[in-house]
């Protein structure tokens, strides 16, 4: 299993250009996130997905956007990239089992905006 | 959303050292991870531990969920256990801002 992977690694980025960000998870889990995580911070979430065709919004979910067609992809658009969402993105996924949502994460995507 | 205070915020080891981070949680919460995060980045899922005690190796962490805090004992540190350890909670998953650990040779 390869668990949790994204696309791209890094990328830059100049303002107003967009991009989508791509995660795969191969664990057959329901749920799935996007979180950032800027310096010196801990993560935070910008949207999440309880299952195929639904997302909800997060702590940070302006500027992006995301579709979920696939249970096992999870997508997150940037329209219109801004210096201020230069960060590090993660993704994550977890079942639901008897109240439990143990989250595994990937690598992560470093995006630059200039 | 719960509020997630972790202590201290940089915590500098010996080697061999022995070593508690704490988390507090402003409210109840029924799902706890503990995680490392390397000085490449990786987030590595070190404990699910919504309740009671559970140890891995050098590792070990407590939950007190009546009390909302959380432990996580290092002991014998080594080097490659400096990084950032992260305490989240909830099943969205809140954040503490983490706990820097440098150990020394």
């Known amino acids: 299993n390869a668990g949790v992977t994204q696309t791209p690694k890094f990328r830059v980025l100049k303002t107003g250009q967009s991009m989508t960000l791509l995660c795969a998870q191969d664990m057959n889990h329901e749920y799935m996130y996007w979180y950032r995580q800027d310096p010196g911070m801990g993560l935070r979430l910008i949207h999440y997905?309880?299952?195929?065709?639904?997302?909800a919004k997060g702590e940070v979910p302006d500027g992006y956007n995301v579709s979920r067609l696939k249970k096992q992809n999870f997508l997150l658009g940037l329209e219109s990239a801004a210096p201020s969402q230069t960060s590090v993105y993660f993704c994550a996924s977890s079942f639901r089992r008897d109240s439990s949502y143990e989250q595994y994460f990937g690598p992560g995507t470093r995006l630059t905006v200039t | 959303g719960i509020q997630v205070e972790q202590s201290p915020p940089d915590l500098i080891l010996q080697e061999g050292a022995n070593s508690t981070l704490r988390c507090n949680f402003s409210d109840s919460v029924n799902n706890l991870q503990w995680f490392h995060q390397n000085p490449w980045g990786q987030l590595i899922n070190l404990f699910y531990i919504p309740s009671g005690t559970k140890q891995n190796g050098r590792l070990s962490a407590t939950t007190v969920a009546t009390e909302r805090y959380s432990l996580l004992y290092i002991s014998s540190s080594q080097t490659t256990d400096s990084g950032v350890y992260f305490c989240a909670g909830d099943y969205k998953l809140s954040f503490g801002a983490g706990t820097t650990v440098t150990v020394r040779a």
């Open positions: 997905s309880v299952g195929e065709g639904t997302t």
